[in-house]
């Protein structure tokens, strides 16, 4: 789907726990089934998995990983992002959709969403962390012919969207070392650059996507709060960069955190935390 579209239309902060069995092994399981559905878990916990981690997680040979990975890829439920990489897929998006608390999460933010896209007349997207990308949960697009489109359902790079960047920014050094534990978050990035753009994100209050995920469209991002202070979502503004140029950051921030510090509140009223179980200690 393309980032900017014309036409009138009708983008936890934890990562999910992978479940444990649910009832005792069948006296006749099927392995291969059996490592393809966890295999599912950890894309749905996680947002991406490398082959050599989904070998180490399964306890099986990297071959045998691929080719597992390869067969969620045919039936939609990854895709390759790389040489080595495999992302969410579509089928698998379509499932974390039915995370209840998640769902909750959308609910509650929906109106305070409307109310920044009315005042503002861009689209707006409401994202969560997924490890080291943040999955679109909600969209809601302005009404002007030009403009950026839906992202529901898309994972993408955290530190290359505003509201993964705010996300990040709002983790100490040991979380970022535990999700980036492969590295950087980008190939030729030192971990210097890393804790000086995030360091900037923290004192402006918001991070910026200009054309780091498509060219002409930028974004602005801040994170949302639960009742503990931890990090639950981000709310970003996202437009095409004709309209949405940095001596406007400013005003679309101010309008970002006085909408999401009354989201704040009503998620303490409600007392919602972030979508799905919480993640143990590791």
């Known amino acids: 789907m393309s980032s900017v579209r014309t ?3 009708s983008e936890s902060s934890s990562p999910l726990v992978v479940p444990a069995p649910v009832e005792a092994r069948p006296a006749y399981a099927i392995t291969s089934v059996d490592n393809a559905l966890r295999l599912v878990q950890i894309l749905t916990r996680d947002g991406s998995v490398r082959v050599s981690e989904a070998a180490a997680e ?8 691929h080719r597992l990975l390869g067969m969620l890829c045919y039936r939609g439920f990854a895709c390759k992002d790389g040489d080595r990489l495999y992302r969410g897929g579509p089928a698998l998006g379509s499932m974390r959709r039915g995370d209840s608390r998640q769902d909750d999460l959308c609910a509650v933010a929906r109106p305070f969403l409307e109310r920044v896209q009315r005042e503002f007349n861009e689209t707006v997207h409401l994202m969560v962390l997924r490890r080291t990308n943040v999955e679109f949960l909600t969209s809601l697009e302005c009404n002007r012919s030009l403009r950026v489109s ?3 359902g898309a994972l993408m790079s955290a530190y290359r969207t505003s509201g993964g960047q705010a996300l990040l920014a709002a983790l ?9 534990r492969d590295g950087p978050p980008d190939a030729g ?3 210097e650059e ?4 995030l360091a900037a994100v923290r004192r402006r209050g918001y991070g910026i996507n200009d054309g780091s995920t498509e060219r002409g469209v930028v974004a602005i991002g801040a994170c949302v709060r639960g009742p503990d202070r931890e990090p639950v979502a981000a709310l970003c503004i996202s437009a095409p960069s004709l309209r949405l140029q940095r001596r406007h950051f400013p005003q679309a921030a101010q309008v970002l955190h006085r909408h999401i510090a009354l989201l704040e509140a009503e998620l303490a009223r409600t007392s919602l935390d972030r979508p799905g179980p919480k993640r143990p200690a590791e």
């Open 194 to 197: 890393v804790r000086r753009v």
């Open 7 to 9: 036409g009138v239309a």
């Open 150 to 152: 839906s992202r529901v």
């Open 58 to 65: 399964l306890g099986v040979a990297k071959s045998t990983a």
């Open 172 to 180: 100490d050094d040991a979380e970022l070392a535990r999700r980036f």
């Open 189 to 191: 990035l030192e971990w």
